[in-house]
């Protein structure tokens, strides 16, 4: 039986990219978007090691630095909306109405009122200061607990 350091000795690439394929099941397993960056840098690192000769602890080194390299990188670079889940559930029937168009039942009193879209009647707060008549077309911007955020459409 063969020695796993002669394995990575025989055959750095494979060792490497046997790693990023590794790593990059887990992520589509867990989902996170945070195990994509380690297996890029292992990616990176496989053809290191086979171009560049790279023993089983400088590639170590390498992998780690790139690992931390790429996240921070992302971290910095990429938007955050990519680092968030979405939060458009689709099963959460309130957030799902952030943009959708409907109409003032009653004129509201302050910033407080009611409103009607997609079949239901909603309680409803004024992002604005304008004052919103019965019948008023409203947008939803927003969601507060079981209260919608809209403005005059």
Request: hydrophobic fraction near 55%; glycine fraction near 10%.
């Amino acid at each position: 039986m063969p020695d796993p350091y002669q394995l990575y000795l025989a055959h750095p690439f494979w060792v490497w990219i046997a790693l990023a394929a590794a790593i990059l099941a887990l992520e589509v397993a867990t989902g996170s978007g945070w195990l994509l960056w380690p297996a890029a840098a292992a990616a990176v690192v496989a053809l290191a090691a086979t171009y560049a000769g790279l023993d089983l602890s400088q590639a170590a080194l390498v992998f780690a630095l790139l690992t931390i390299s790429f996240v921070l990188l992302a971290r910095r670079y990429l938007p955050k909306s990519l680092f968030q889940h979405a939060g458009h559930d689709i099963n959460d029937n309130i957030a799902r109405l952030v943009g959708h168009h409907g109409r003032v039942v009653g004129a509201f009193q302050g910033r407080s009122g009611r409103v009607f879209i997609d079949g239901k009647e909603w309680a409803a707060e004024l992002d604005e200061a304008e004052a919103l008549e019965a019948g008023a077309r409203v947008e939803v911007t927003g969601v507060s607990g079981a209260c919608l955020r809209v403005r005059g459409a």
